[in-house]
């Protein structure tokens, strides 16, 4: 059996010299912290752990190994989360002594939580350890990559921060669906910009979120694999990492977006990468990070599961809805849920199994106005 004392360097961080907050109220009262005297031998009781990763080698932005205990310092002067939400912090992963040897830790550190049931909260360090995470996902699985940047070179290069997706995309068969949320075309390659809609993923441009940004929780809901690129958020908001932008999102969004990420039904794994306290102004991407894991592990404290029960029980819960295109033979049959007021929309391949694709209301309406919604195309599209 795995020992935890053998893969992590306990959590060891200085004391804030001023905290707002009484400790009963703080962050840090739904966690227990596995410190040199308080060791944390198994995962039997946390539903979530947070891991850090402070390994900044394959990455041009040195710095961000500092990453994980600078965003716990913030993190646990937060409040408090409601609920009962059990949460482990186990520390660090020791750093191998080749990256090879760390991305090794973290496959069995990866392993270990999914037979504990218990899902890994990343704190990066660099990206670059992504496709070994991917490769730990059970089943097929969709990944929500929340970026400026499409990480894809298209030329020959060593696989770093900028350039890990082409292992993800070719060496993982288990990846069904990709999104890519709030990429800037200014920044991107358009050939991969137009490789990916080829391959009919959810490329939805930043742009595109802040018309309606409630229309990206349907990606998130049926991602097992979510990462945060700080990048993504715009430079006066979060300036600590190697390429910022001054567009982006805003702080605000971007923890809505991480709180829709906690509460997707489908998930085994997210990650926070590439922040660089060394290049940080006042602790304001620590802080930032920090919010977005609240606003995560807020989310996630809050989760209803209910793709896992689709279909499978008649309790009033689900209400179906039938609309009929023009054209087609079949309605499409969507979903709503009375207690979330959540939406799919429900498809049964020609082998008779019935998949359900996370959708929004806008779909539903969209549908009435005899317009078939593209997320459902590019789905039936992945299916078949």
Known sequence: MLSLSDYFDPVSIDKPLWTHLAEPSSFSHNLVINTENNRISNLDKYSIAIVGVPDDRRSPNKGCAEAPDEIRADLYQLARLSGKIKIADLGNIKKGRSFDDSLAAVSDIMEYMAESNTLPLIIGGSSTIIPAISKMIKGKFSYASVDSRIDWVNERKERDSFNYLPDIISG??????????????????????????????????????????????????????????ISSVRQSDAPGTFAPSPNGFYGEEICLLARYAGLSDSLQAAGFFEVNPLLDSRRQTT???AQMIWFFLEGFAQKQNESAILGKENSGRFVNYHVSIDGSSEDLVFI??????????????GKGKKHYIACSYNDYLMAGENEIPQRYMNALARIN
């Open 172 to 229: 993982n068969k288990n990846l069904g669906n990709m999104m890519i949320v709030g990429y800037q075309s200014y920044l991107n390659d358009p050939q991969v910009i137009n490789r990916f809609r080829k391959l009919n993923y959810d490329m939805i441009r930043i742009g595109q979120v802040r018309e309606d940004i409630q229309e990206t929780e349907p990606s998130f809901r049926d991602s097992a694999l979510i990462s945060f690129d």
């Open 287 to 289: 802080a930032m990070a």
């Open 336 to 349: 709503k849920s009375n207690i979330t007021n959540r939406w799919w929309i429900e498809y049964t391949s």
